[in-house]
């Protein structure tokens, strides 16, 4: 499967992202993505992590904004680089009804608020390749990729 890949045959989108659990602290991993220097700190989505440390795995990691923007140009970030995910900023691999898959040093799969106001598409619609900016909720969740 590749880094970048896709786990069809459900409603969710699940983009993965290769990576190494580096930790385990109760609820929580420390999941490191390939290639990056970021320590993403993520809920388990089960629960409880009984999977490899420090080898390389697929992960799903989900997320729920609370502000989504288009924005006209920057890089692709998770901030802070050492911690709980707070805001992302990448390009729009796939937008489905109310969630989309950002590509953003890792795949994160973000379900889009609904709240009015929230979305603000100052720099066109969210679609494939566009650049988004989304602040998140508390509690991106990471769950091992089948």
Same mark, same amino acid.
């Given at each position: ?6 786990? +069809? ?17 109760? +609820? ?7 290639? +990056? ?7 388990? %989505? ?13 992960? *799903?990691?989900? %997320?729920?904004? @609370? ?13 802070? *680089? ?8 990448? @390009?729009?691999?796939? %937008? ?21 106001? +929230? ?20 509690? %991106? ?6």
């Amino acid at each position: 499967m590749a880094a970048f890949g896709y786990l +069809s045959g459900t409603m969710l989108l699940a983009h993965v992202t290769q990576g190494k659990v580096i930790a385990v602290n109760g +609820s929580t991993v420390v999941f490191k993505p390939a290639n +990056s220097t970021y320590e993403l700190h993520l809920t388990i %989505a089960s629960g409880s992590y009984n999977g490899p440390m420090n080898e390389p795995v697929h992960a *799903i990691l989900r %997320a729920t904004a @609370r502000k989504v923007y288009t924005v006209p140009s920057g890089g692709l970030f998770v901030t802070p *680089i050492i911690g709980p995910t707070r805001i992302l900023q990448g @390009r729009v691999r796939e %937008a489905e009804a109310g969630q989309i898959a950002l590509q953003c040093t890792a795949n994160f799969n973000v379900t889009l608020p609904t709240i009015p106001g +929230s979305v603000e598409l100052a720099r066109g619609p969210i679609q494939d390749g566009a650049l988004v900016n989304a602040v998140l909720l508390p509690g %991106a969740t990471f769950e091992l990729a089948a």
